[in-house]
């Protein structure tokens, strides 16, 4: 039987050859906005070395609160656009592919931080996670326009010749925020229960697929924590994420990617499934797993200089040939090893390398 992970996969318009992606890691290496030559060759080494879809790094949609580091990259503007045009163009000239993420932190961000430090932040309900009142909430037509923002950075993904768009609705950033009834009280059409709260998403998901066209796959990230609340959960039972879900899906979005902080956690009692196994059981659609994937531990002791030891990967080659999931995104592993998915390619399991949290600060 041949490898699950290097089976190649097909959506829309997208061609991989197999069924690694690389996930989107944030790391502040774009002055002002705009990704430079370093940027493009971080992603081109891994595209080169059997990295089936390069995910980038959040990059930020049209709206001056969308961030608080001025070194996170804009796609939007004639500077930034064109940066990420070349670096489209290195990622494809090594036979890769690559889709922009495109973001928005909302109410993480605080105002007085950023590319335009002066402008206010979005949020649903300009709430904090403790219920805190901030300001006043947007209008119908101030959250309308976020949508539109959206739906621009897709038409220009789709223009610059991207492969796919991922929309970053997860880990308590601004989507994620409307998602969450701590943080969205509207009473108009984005508020109210956990269906009707995923509408904002919705529109969203909508926007893109007429900005961008037909062939260009469109991908959401969702989670049920948040980084306000690692024990949040969005939907507490199978229905209620079925329920949730299918808003998604009748809006037209093409993949899933399940965030988890470890990907072999079941999601719910009763099922070893994790996220993406019941996402892709409950919608039929294609799904990517997420969290600690070849590594020992999750992700947040890196923020705090821990190291993690490299793990082997029999589980996720065995959960793949169930089909439980469709693809697999790798973060700090290949943060860490340019060269992780043609090591495990070439079936050189012990030459996988330990994590150990300096590559977060590296452009290598």
Known sequence: ?????????????????????????????????????????????????DVGLILTEGTLVGRKGAANDANMPLFHGDEPLKAWGEVCEQVHSVGGKIAPQIWHMGMVRKPGTGHYPDAPSDSPSS???????????????????????????????????????????????????????????????????????????????????????????????FSQWKQQDYAAKLAKTPQELEAFLQVFVDAGVDILHCSQRRYQEPEFEGSDLNLAGWAKKITGLPTITVGSIGLSSDFFGAFAGQGSAAAPLDDLVERMDKGEFDLIAIGRALLQDPNWASKVKDGKLDALEDYDAVALATLS
């Open 1 to 49: 039987m041949s490898h699950p992970f290097f089976k190649p996969f097909s959506c829309r318009g997208l061609e991989m050859p197999n069924r690694i992606v690389m996930a989107p890691m944030t790391r502040s290496f774009s002055p002002n906005g705009v990704p430079g030559d370093n940027v493009a060759g971080y992603y081109t080494r891994r595209a080169a070395a």
């Open 127 to 221: 709430l904090t996670h403790t219920g805190k009142q901030v300001g006043q909430a947007p209008s119908t037509k101030q959250v309308e326009d976020m949508v539109a923002a959206y739906g621009r950075a897709a038409g220009e993904a789709a223009k610059l010749g991207f492969d796919a768009v991922e929309i970053h609705g997860a880990h308590g950033y601004l989507i994620d925020q409307f998602f969450w009834e701590v943080m969205n009280a509207r009473e108009d059409k984005y508020g109210g229960g956990l269906v009707e709260r995923a509408k904002f998403a919705a529109e969203i998901i909508a926007e893109c697929r007429r900005a961008a066209g037909a062939d260009m796959p469109i991908i959401l990230r």
